[in-house]
T-cell receptor
Framework: GDSVTQMEGPVTLSEEAFLTINCTYT??????LFWYVQYPGEGLQLLLK?????DKGSNKGFEATYRKETTSFHLEKGSVQVSDSAVYFC?????????????FGSGTQLTVLP | DVKVTQSSRYLVKRTGEKVFLECVQD?????MFWYRQDPGLGLRLIYF???????EKGDIPEGYSVSREKKERFSLILESASTNQTSMYLC????????????????FGAGSRLTVL
């Protein structure tokens, strides 16, 4: 079945450092890919998404590129802020699949120190 | 903005008690979900509902049931709570968008943290 593998955390960075959180997936066909973020005490919210190969999703300075050849969707940000401290989840859904088929990674905790 | 509201942020219950977790969304979404979130395991789907009175089991339905009598409300029920059901429970909702339903974006509530003693 479909699966998502994220780099294990926790990740601790200093403010203004470069961030990469790795995400690879296993799925048939061309799934849609997502990054969700969960700030402390809150539910998850969509950070960005990409629905086809080579698409780049971007939001709030974060970017991720859908790489079909490496089955990856790594999350990057050039300069992190303390306010980016959160748990980040990579997820996939089959392209025309039911919404219930959304598969999440295990989450990566990011802490940014001032 | 779409809002998904979970009625209880924190609950403490005893083993064997019946527990109700309520979730309400205000944007007429067809789909509603209950997930369980545990450290290192990510989110696991308990139940999914795609319409009033319609439901599908998710990956871990054992020990849980659900009710959807109105479109905006989706309840998760633990008939007899056990300590291994201590967890964070997340409700979510989404539209159905047809051919590219795989691109559906979920809107989540803030979560209900349940402790079973």
């Amino acid at each position: 079945g479909d699966s998502v593998t994220q780099m294990e955390g926790p990740v601790t960075l200093s403010e203004e450092a470069f961030l990469t959180i790795n995400c690879t997936y296993t799925a048939t066909g061309y799934p849609s890919l997502f990054w969700y973020v969960q700030y402390p005490g809150e539910g998850l919210q969509l950070l960005l998404k990409a629905t086809k190969a080579d698409d780049k999703g971007s939001n709030k300075g974060f970017e991720a590129t859908y790489r079909k050849e490496t089955t990856s969707f790594h999350l990057e940000k050039g300069s992190v802020q303390v306010s980016d401290s959160a748990v980040y989840f990579c997820a996939l859904n089959p392209r025309s699949g039911s919404a219930r088929q959304l598969t999440f990674g295990s989450g990566t905790q990011l802490t940014v120190l001032p | 903005d779409v809002k998904v509201t979970q009625s209880s942020r924190y609950l403490v219950k005893r083993t064997g008690e019946k527990v109700f977790l309520e979730c309400v969304q205000d944007m007429d979404h067809e789909n509603m979900f209950w997930y369980r979130q545990d450290p290192g395991l990510g989110l696991r789907l308990i139940y999914f509902s795609y319409d009033v009175k319609m439901k599908e089991k998710g990956d871990i339905p054992e020990g849980y049931s659900v009710s959807r009598e109105k479109k905006e409300r989706f309840s998760l029920i633990l008939e007899s709570a056990s300590t291994n059901q201590t967890s964070m429970y997340l409700c979510a909702s989404s539209f159905v968008t047809g051919a590219h339903s795989g691109a559906n974006v979920l809107t989540f509530g803030a979560g209900s943290r349940l402790t079973v003693l």
